[in-house]
């Protein structure tokens, strides 16, 4: 089993720059696939980016590419979301998540969650 904790929202205005981090007990982290997603105000869950477990692959939504970059370093079981160029339509809580199977830009092939963390883009 894996417990994920996010952290590193918070208000930045428009232009700027955030670092969310997702640190994950367990010992198996290496083998999950991990992946960010964000749920703004009135609206679903939205796919972010990902990682994969194996060879770091990553994949990113069409509205954060070039901007927002996904990475992970097991050694420190932990995640991270480098948002750069923040845009008030980025404002959402984040999610960062976990999987074993399943397609990495569907939230029900996730086995895990954080408990999120908000982040808000001024204009």
């Known amino acids: 089993q894996v417990q994920l904790v996010d952290s590193g929202g918070g208000l930045v205005q428009a232009g700027g720059s955030l670092r969310l981090s997702c640190a994950a007990s367990?010992?198996?982290?290496?083998?999950?696939?991990m992946g960010w997603f964000r749920q703004a105000p009135g609206k679903e869950r939205e796919f972010v980016l990902a990682?994969?477990?194996?060879?770091?692959?990553?994949y990113y939504a069409a509205s954060v590419k070039g901007r927002f970059t996904i990475s992970r370093d097991n050694a420190k079981n932990t995640v991270y979301l480098q948002m750069n160029n923040l845009k008030p339509e980025d404002t959402a809580v984040y999610y960062c998540?976990?999987?074993?199977?399943?397609?990495?830009?569907?939230?029900?092939?996730?086995?895990?969650w954080g408990q999120g963390t908000q982040v808000t883009v001024s204009s």
């Open positions: 998540a976990a999987r074993t199977t399943g397609r990495y830009y569907d939230g029900a092939s996730y086995e895990y």
């Open positions: 367990g010992r198996t982290f290496r083998r999950y696939a």
């Open positions: 990682v994969s477990w194996s060879d770091d692959t990553t």
